[in-house]
């Protein structure tokens, strides 16, 4: 690619972990590639809980090598019911080596891992960045123009939309979005703390969200603590000494004394679905694509998921002389990403809501599916492999269903996001 050329095969929007880990793969798998990003630090102390083929994926694109030392092995994960209800769940928990694995994966602070992925898109030199961000995106017959806050002006057969929750190019895309804000809010922090965390996750179930103490390297954890918006702000209110005596009480003392460390943030929560993932030579990844509550860390697991399977998909495509951006190329994606994004949403809701639920019989069937879970191996040693990455991905084809799956069948199951028999589908409401 010339370096001054204006003319793109990919334009990836939006440096957020999802978009630079696109615009990487992207460049890697030979596309000439624009990001256009703001270069500015990590705004957030989140951290991620990188699960098994994330950290695959990154180590392909010469990232984690950058960064694995910097996180820390997530060895155990624990379930702890912390409702106080009559009906409780049993304790449940997970551990690697009954999967035969080293580790889960690895949790690690949004900004280390975004440190590393910039470093990496700076090697690359068919990656050419843009420190500035889309004005406008326009979807034409045979690419898409964008012009930029700065001035520039630059087209590309495809447009890889990563610019998060309020995507400029999904609305460019004219895809609607089911939007359902729910009455959770996340604080997260990181501690220190006196006992060490042996690897071991502990989530704790509270009648307002979960709770959960992941592990950093050394005697630190980071903790995402979903509330009821009052109790989030009251905690976000708290003073250092008080949130770590609040955080200790919360963790019932397993990691001893807790000390937090500075800064936090509140997060408000909602679930997205876009109707489609790819329209207009435009495709959805990361956050603008699907927005979920931060339950069985899978947010950022499957917007690496996204960059893997549209860089996949452009290698081959170029590699036939196609064009990125046909319609083919971008039903193709689509394919790929429905189901699992789908998917998860839906185990992800169901999950927050049994939790949430006042009704007995809402309790009762929480509390025997822990117990099951709990107690027969095969279906525990099922959830983990699933809750890893779907099991079917690595098998199934790049090309969407023709005789194997019956349109029909798989139009009612995952057809633009609807779900059959999702409750609160109707209380949802559709945005452009
Ligand atoms: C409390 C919490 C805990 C979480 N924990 C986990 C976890 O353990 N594991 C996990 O997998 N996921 C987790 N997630 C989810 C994960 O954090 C998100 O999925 C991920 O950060 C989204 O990354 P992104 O790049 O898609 O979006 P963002 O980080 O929002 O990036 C979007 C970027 O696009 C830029 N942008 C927007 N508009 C434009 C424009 N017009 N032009 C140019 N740039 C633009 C923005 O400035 C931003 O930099 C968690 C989420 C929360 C809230």
Redesign the pocket.
Known sequence: MDDGSLFYDVAV????????TAAIALAQAGAGTAL???R?PYADN??????GS?VDFLEAIEVWPRCRDQAAALRTMRLVDDTGRLIRAPEVKFSCEEIGLEAFGY?IE?RTLVAALEQRAAELINLRRFD????TVTPEDSAVAVH?SGGTSLSARLVVG???????CREAAGIEVSQRELKQF?L?FNISHSRPHHNVSTEFHTPEGPCVF?PLPGDRSSV?WVASPKQAERLMAFSDEELSEAAERQSHSILGRVTVQAGR?L?P?AIERPRQFARKRIVL????AH?IP?IG???????LRDAADVADIVREVLGANHDPGAPAALLRYDFKRRADVMSRTFAIDLANRSLLSDLLPMQSLRAAGMHLLGSIGPLRRLAMREGLAPSWRSSRSNNPPRKEIPAALFKVAFSRGDFPAWPAIQAERKVN
């Open positions: 929007v939006g440096g957020g972990p999802a978009g630079l256009i990003a703001r500015a989140r951290t991620t809980a990188l699960l994330s949790n949004n500035d961000e889309a004005d930029t990563a610019d998060g929750r309020h995507s400029l996340a997260t992941v995402v943030n997060f929560l990844v990361g956050e603008a927005v931060p860390a899978q947010g950022l697991n499957m917007g």
